[in-house]
């Protein structure tokens, strides 16, 4: 005969099992924060914000004019050669330009020892720069932590 002690313990683990499940499936888990560095009243960071918003990440954003973006930029270690117009902060990495959706969460998948990602310039076709059936070639560069860059992804011209 089951004791009622026996039916609670049963029901209360099974519960917090089904709890458990439903907190690690992808409709429930927190979105990815990132924080964003921006110029004063610039369209096309403020369309990669939008973009990040719209790929389901929870972003917050900062305005910084002229040298304070630039010394921002310096203290988190983006090379000269890879500056764009804003910088994003994501799980310790930096974000340097627009860079895709699917880049920065291989980047949060794989973790590899770097600064981050750049998409230096402002690529036509890029994510807030344009339409992508219509865009130029660009590449995604990983950011080594002794400044070095390397490919991490390539985008083809459409178009």
């Not at 009243?41 to 939008?50: I, L, S, T």
């Not at 990440?57 to 310096?74: D, H, I, Q, S």
Request: glycine share 10%.
């Amino acid at each position: 005969m089951t004791q009622p002690f026996d039916i609670t313990r049963r029901r209360a683990l099974l519960s917090g099992l089904a709890v458990a499940t439903l907190a690690a499936s992808p409709g429930f888990a927190q979105p990815t924060a990132i924080h964003v560095v921006k110029g004063t009243g610039c369209e096309c960071c403020n369309a990669w914000v939008a973009y990040l918003r719209d790929e389901g990440f929870a972003v917050t954003e900062e305005e910084r004019y002229g040298t304070l973006l630039m010394t921002y930029k310096n203290e988190v270690g983006v090379p000269q050669k890879m500056i764009s117009c804003h910088t994003g902060m994501v799980d310790g990495y930096v974000l340097e330009g627009h860079v895709p959706a699917a880049d920065i969460r291989r980047l949060l998948s794989e973790r590899p020892e770097a600064i981050g990602l750049a998409v230096p310039g402002m690529p036509y076709g890029s994510p807030g720069m344009g339409s992508e059936d219509d865009r130029e070639a660009y590449a995604v560069f990983l950011i080594r932590r002794d400044g070095s860059a390397e490919v991490f992804s390539e985008y083809e011209q459409l178009g």
